[in-house]
């Protein structure tokens, strides 16, 4: 039930899993940041989130996003992390900073071009479908040198990293591996030297799996259920 759902304490016991994962994977717990998922879920939960000093929210849509900017009116890190169709983008550049679900050249030109118009750069990070799941958005492994060439040249927008929608799973561990692979691949691609691109973020890792996800080396963790309880759809 939605009403008995504890936000501060819920941020208090993620917080702690995070630090307990940073402490066995040795990584330090300021290397690793939370996003608070909050699609679907009401402002009045998000100001909670606010007073725990949680900063860093995701969204996964573009009118919920605006909707909720300017409900709450203070400047906080707003995530995109779903799909986004083109149409779209002028609402999302420049209220997200942080554009983690970008699949093709052709959503990264609209970006660009978005920016552009903003006089912006926008960060952005590559989706990856580690697991070439059909049902899921994101490049294949193998397309990802490319795209990172073919958008290396943009002007105004700067790739960050690789993010990725793992499997759903009973038991977290079955995913270590496709974290472990796209940790590989941003190390990879960062090899290569390519103009303009360093990657220094990983967005692994959801409220089924973002211990192991920490332990494989997410720099970004993306919370929902785990914060806030069960979604309901209306
Ligand atoms: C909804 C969503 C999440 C959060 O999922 P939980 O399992 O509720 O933590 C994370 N990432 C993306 C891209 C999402 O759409």
């Known amino acids: 039930m939605c009403s008995n759902v504890n936000v501060t304490e819920n941020i208090k016991n993620v917080q702690e899993r995070i630090k307990q994962a940073c402490l066995r994977a040795d990584r330090n717990p300021s290397e690793v940041t939370l996003i608070a998922v909050s699609k679907t879920k009401p402002v009045s939960m998000i100001e909670e989130c606010i007073e725990n000093g949680i900063t860093v929210f995701?969204?996964?849509?573009?009118?919920?996003?605006?909707?909720?900017?300017?409900?709450?009116?203070?400047?906080?890190?707003?995530h995109?992390?779903?799909?986004?169709?083109?149409?779209?983008?002028?609402?999302?550049?420049?209220?997200?900073?942080?554009?983690?679900?970008?699949?093709?050249?052709?959503?990264?030109?609209?970006?660009?071009?978005?920016?552009?118009?903003?006089?912006?750069?926008?960060?952005?990070?590559?989706?990856?479908?580690?697991?070439?799941?059909?049902?899921?958005?994101?490049?294949?492994?193998?397309?990802?040198?490319?795209?990172?060439?073919?958008?290396?040249?943009?002007?105004n927008i700067k790739?960050?990293?690789?993010?990725?929608?793992?499997?759903y799973v009973e038991d977290s561990e079955e995913n270590r591996l496709y974290f472990r692979v796209l940790r590989n691949l941003l190390i990879d691609i960062?090899?290569?030297?390519?103009?303009?691109?360093?990657?220094?973020?990983?967005?692994?890792?959801?409220?089924?799996?973002?211990?192991?996800?920490?332990?494989?080396?997410?720099?970004m963790v993306r919370v929902g259920t785990g914060i806030f309880g069960d979604r309901h759809y209306a």
Request: proline share 1%.
């Open 58 to 78: 995701g969204e996964n849509k573009a009118q919920e996003l605006t909707r909720k900017i300017e409900a709450i009116g203070r400047p906080l890190d707003w």
């Open 80 to 155: 995109f992390i779903g799909h986004l169709q083109r149409n779209k983008v002028k609402y999302v550049v420049g209220n997200a900073c942080l554009i983690h679900s970008v699949d093709s050249v052709r959503l990264a030109e609209a970006i660009n071009s978005e920016a552009e118009k903003k006089n912006i750069v926008c960060d952005i990070l590559a989706e990856v479908n580690v697991a070439d799941e059909e049902s899921k958005f994101g490049l294949a492994k193998e397309e990802v040198h490319d795209f990172v060439l073919q958008i290396s040249s943009f002007k």
């Open 159 to 167: 790739l960050r990293g690789l993010m990725t929608i793992a499997p």
């Open 190 to 219: 960062n090899s290569k030297n390519i103009d303009n691109i360093n990657m220094d973020v990983l967005s692994m890792g959801m409220t089924g799996d973002y211990e192991v996800a920490i332990e494989e080396g997410a720099t």
